[in-house]
Nanobody
Framework: QVQLVESGGGLVQAGGSLRLSCTAS????????MGWYRQAPGKQRELVAA???????QYSDSVKGRFTISRDNAKNTMYLQMNSLKPEDTGIYYC????????WGQGTQVTVSS
């Protein structure tokens, strides 16, 4: 059973950067597509970035050009590099397989202050 653990969140000022990590107990690329999701207070959880086993990527319009999703297969780790952060990026960030119906982990909190 693959376990996913998010880390790297924190408090950052607008315009700053953070890198989130998602570590897996086994190969995360057993799944066709992996993604980073976020949930802000009062909003639905949304997919902001996705990555397939061939390293093709997709981004939501709100983060395109600012966020980069990547992987290190040798470390069974997926990353989300977040640059030019905005207050509206605040939320809990989760990693998970896309479209598979797995359970959700604890996520990692990102807070962007103005």
């Amino acid at each position: 059973q693959v376990q996913l653990v998010e880390s790297g969140g924190g408090l950052v000022q607008a315009g700053g950067s953070l890198r989130l990590s998602c570590t897996a107990s086994g190969s995360i690329f057993r799944f066709v597509v992996m993604g980073w999701y976020r949930q802000a207070p009062g909003k639905q959880r949304e997919l902001v970035a996705a990555l397939d086993s061939g390293s093709s990527t997709q981004y939501s319009d709100s983060v395109k050009g600012r966020f980069t999703i990547s992987r290190d297969n040798a470390k069974n780790t997926m990353y989300l590099q977040m640059n030019s952060l905005k207050p509206e990026d605040t939320g809990i960030y989760y990693c998970n397989a896309v479209g598979v119906g797995r359970t959700w982990g604890q996520g990692t909190q990102v807070t962007v202050s103005s």
